[in-house]
Each structure stands twice: as C-alpha cells, then as structure tokens.
C-alpha cells in the first residue's frame, strides 16, 4: 500500500524566518506534485517535479525531490503572511512513473500558520 | 474560461436519502476523479475514469457510485450506504495522464 507521509502536520513561524516541509513516499515514483489549500477552498498546483534531483522555485517556495531517498521538501524562505495555508504533497498510485493517471495518494497536509 | 465546474457548493443530505453532486469539465481533459476529504485530512480517491463508458474504483468507492457518459461530466452518487458522507469533495480532471490534475472548487456535504 501507497504510504506518503508528511511532517510536520503543523507549524507555526514568525515572518522573515526559514523552514522546510519534508514528504516522504513509500514507492517507486519518479514525479511528485505539491499543492497548496487555503481554508475552505480547493486545491491549488504550486509545482510539479518530474525526475530525481529536480528542483523548482516560485517566489519564496522551493521544491526538490530525491527519488532515491524517496523525499521531497518544500523550502520556504523568508516567510510572510500571504504562505499560510495547508501544503500537501501527492504522488501517482498504481504507475511505475507516479504520474498519477489512476489518481494521487495525498499525505495529511502540512497546516502552516505564519505570524507576524 | 476553461475550468472545473463543481456544483452545488453546498449539499444537505436527510438519513437515508441519495444525492447526486455535479462535475463539469470544458478543459477537453481525458481523466476525471473524485475525492473526498474530512477535516485535518488528505485527501482520498474514491473513483476515476480515465475514458468516456469507463471509470475504477479508487481506495474509498463504497457507498458511492459514478458514470462517466459524456467526456465534460462525471456525476457522483452518494448512496444512503455511505455511512458517515460528511465531507468535503473536490473533482479534479487531467488532460495528460502523466501530468497535474486540476481542481473544481468542491462541494460541502452535510448530513442532517
């Protein structure tokens, strides 16, 4: 069965600080999608990663993904207001490529409060 | 504009009783799921269809059912046999299989 694990579940920080988001996955997977959810809405894409040591930024979000330890993070840099929200990562079930063509396993989701 | 379009946005259930929530896609997208989601939680796969006449099971399918007629729609079923549907649901569809999926805005069920 298709484990992703997330941690922490919940994290509280001050604006201006540093902090990463770890997932890790319990299968052979060659991609990984991260999404971003703020309260009571739906899911919004923030970065896809398509191969081991891919890395992606936008804006004070950095993703990487190492297929060998089977980990993403996701790095926030100088944090402000505007990031807090709920973070999930998700990977493929089923394909040997985690494209997620028979659907996503969601971990638990990373809920990230951000105060000034 | 190209989108998901999920409806209602709220939904009352009565013990016993089936409802039907809405998905409509105009992306022109292939595969289309269904999720649910409780609070604190990830979300889960219900069921999928990846061509129109064809859809599986995901990991929670019981006590709700799909159809998949036409390419742009993907109606879910939930039965008076899902004991506890309180949730949230979110559709989402992919244009390539191997690529990210999209979101509807969800709908909120409440039994009552």
């Known amino acids: 069965e298709l484990k992703v694990e997330q941690n922490p579940l919940f994290l509280s920080m001050q604006e201006g600080k540093n902090y990463t988001i770890y997932c890790n996955y319990s299968t052979t997977s060659d991609r990984l999608y991260w999404y971003r959810q703020d309260p009571g809405k739906s899911l919004e894409s923030l970065f896809v990663?398509?191969?081991?040591?891919a890395v992606k930024q936008e804006g004070r979000l950095m993703a990487s993904l190492d297929t060998k330890a089977r980990l993403s993070t996701l790095h926030i840099t100088a944090a402000v207001h505007d990031l807090s929200a709920t973070y999930f990562c998700a990977v493929g079930r089923g394909s040997r490529t985690g494209g997620g063509a028979d659907g996503l396993t969601f971990g638990k989701g990373t809920h990230l409060i951000i105060q000034p | 504009d190209g989108g998901i379009t999920q409806s209602p946005k709220y939904l009352f259930r009565k013990e016993g009783q089936n409802v039907t929530l809405s998905c409509e896609q105009n992306l022109n997208h292939d595969a289309m799921y269904w999720y649910r989601q409780d609070p604190g939680q990830g979300l889960r796969l219900i069921y999928y269809s990846q061509i129109v006449n064809d859809f599986q099971k995901g990991d929670i399918a019981e006590g709700y059912s799909v159809s998949r007629e036409k390419k742009e729609s993907f109606p879910l079923t939930v039965t008076s046999a899902q004991k506890n549907p309180t949730a949230f649901y979110l559709c989402a569809s992919k244009g390539d299989l191997e690529g990210e999926a999209f979101f509807g805005q969800g709908t909120r069920l409440t039994v009552v």
């Open positions: 990663l398509l191969s081991n040591g």
